[in-house]
């Protein structure tokens, strides 16, 4: 799931290109290729959550069966059945004592409710287990119609999160610290300045969320909070009162509530509250000491998860509460954000001092080493789980832990610096003024696809039986239709989030910032 950029565009906060005499003399300030990455790691990630959404009907059906009527019913009827199966292996016990030469036949052995011990039986993997929460996902909504390739791209919207984590630090330490390392704000201005560009947009989608909390709530992988199941009044205020003052993340059964994608939001606000004490930690160290720490801060995120892979059974107890813990603390994420600083320290990246920019055209065509991280970024993405699990050793459990925390930051190191300086094809399709007009909205559209999952997917429902006369026309095959439908649903809700996000972003987003930056006294530049 889902990590925002919170950031302004990072062009908006550059001064304007420096004197002729200064060092990098004639070399825009402006990262705006980071700007338009922004977008697509944004949208990487929403394709990644909205794909493998069910439908209305679906999702009608999952809502009963998550009612606390259901869950009593299913409770009662599992509670019939292990007594209707203590009674059959009760009487097939006795039959065998009373005659041990009887045998049973294939058909009878098919009616007992379980194998004996020590049936060659295949086993099925457990319902909330990870290889069949993936199998399920490769074959519902857009994943089962799109090709391998493409599907398993999508399916990989996770790796986004930890880029955007390190894009996160990488323009921090871009627009705060000077060529030295030291914070050019105090810590109160700092922290304001990320408030009025944090909190009244995701305020605002809690406010909009409260007539949909109880829906919202009933699809959280958790069924209770401290021992308060989700069906009480008191889950979903305990667990609201955590999204306001973003600490969700570090519980794992609030993580996901309300607005599922802020557990993100929250890692980030963490990573906010302890940047003036690692930037005062990195500044005083030796450049020999940065280059370890730049090494081990990708070992440091990958502990957590092998521990728990290490540990964890795989069943639903290894994969519930503890895979959330790995996944969404965010502590276990502050190595991401911490190694992107020390790129900036290490090659002195910082718009006070251009000299980090090397001379020449950093906008023309020329393949660079940036277009080679890219390229492994979409290798890594495309590559079936096997050849992961294999070259991990995973024994058939997840590589997304391992792809996700840790294993892709040096990749990621590397595609930043080569943006930065503008260097290599990516570069040049990244820096079109279309992509710095979305990067500026990724905000919104991180915020607004969880409030407006439900609201598009009606409004769909409602275009579906005229857009599925229209389809029928040019194909009489169903599944055809089925597939042409599921890619319009999706591109319905993707267009409709962008558009809602390029809109808030203007008329809501700025303003709002630039009114509580003038009440705080802040200076307008983020730094």
Known sequence: MSAPHLEGPVSQFSPAPLSSNAPGAGVSTRLVPLTGLRFFAALHIFVFHIAAMPSMEELQTMM???????????????????????????????????????????????????SPPGSTQEEKPAANSPEAMAAEMQNRGLYAVLPKPLSRFLQRGYLSTGLFFMLSGFVLAYLYLDRDGHQMVGNREFWLNRVARLYPLHLLMLLFLIPMAVAMLSF????????????????????????????????????????????????VAFFYLVFPAVVRFLQRQSRTTLWILFWLMPVLNLIPTLIFLWKGE???????????????????????????????????????????????????????????????????????????????????????????????????AVFLYELA????????????????????????????????????MMLFG??????????????????????????????????????????????????????????????????
């Open 462 to 527: 409602l275009v579906t039986p005229g857009l599925k006369s229209i389809v029928e026309k040019f194909t009489e095959d169903p599944q055809g239709v089925s597939s042409t439908l599921e890619v319009l649903r999706v591109a319905f809700t993707v267009l409709m989030v962008i558009g809602l996000a390029l809109l808030s972003v203007r008329y809501f987003e700025k303003p709002v910032a630039r009114r509580l930056k003038k009440r705080w006294g802040l200076s307008s530049a983020g730094g």
């Open 220 to 267: 959280m992988p958790s069924n209770s909070l401290w021992g308060i199941p989700v069906s009480k009044p008191v889950f979903g205020f305990l667990t609201g009162l955590m999204s306001v003052f973003l600490v969700q993340a570090w519980c794992p059964e609030a993580a996901l509530t309300w607005n599922f994608a802020t557990w993100a939001l929250s890692a």
């Open 421 to 456: 300086q503008n260097r290599g094809v990516v570069a040049r399709l990244l820096s079109h003024p279309w992509c710095e007009t979305l990067g500026e909205a990724s905000f919104g559209i991180f915020i607004f696809q969880g409030p407006l999952i439900f609201p598009s």
């Open 314 to 412: 795989g069943g639903p107890a290894g994969f519930g509460f503890w895979s959330e813990l790995v996944m969404r603390t965010p502590l276990f994420w502050l190595p991401h954000f911490v190694m992107a600083i020390i790129l900036c320290r290490l090659f002195q990246i910082t718009r006070h001092d251009m000299r980090w920019v090397q001379p020449g055209d950093r906008t023309g065509w020329r393949p660079s080493l940036g277009d080679l991280a890219a390229l492994v970024i979409i290798m890594v993405s495309i590559t079936p789980d096997e050849v992961f699990s294999r070259w991990f050793g995973l024994q058939g459990k997840p590589p997304n832990f391992i792809l996700r925390h840790g294993f892709m930051c040096p990749i990621y």
């Open 64 to 114: 009963q069966q998550n009612s606390p009527e259901a869950a009593a019913a299913n409770a009662e009827k599992r509670a019939e059945r292990e007594v209707t199966a203590s009674g059959e292996a009760m009487a097939a016990a006795a039959v065998t004592e009373i005659s041990p030469r009887l045998e049973t036949s294939a058909s009878s052995a098919e009616t007992l409710p379980s």
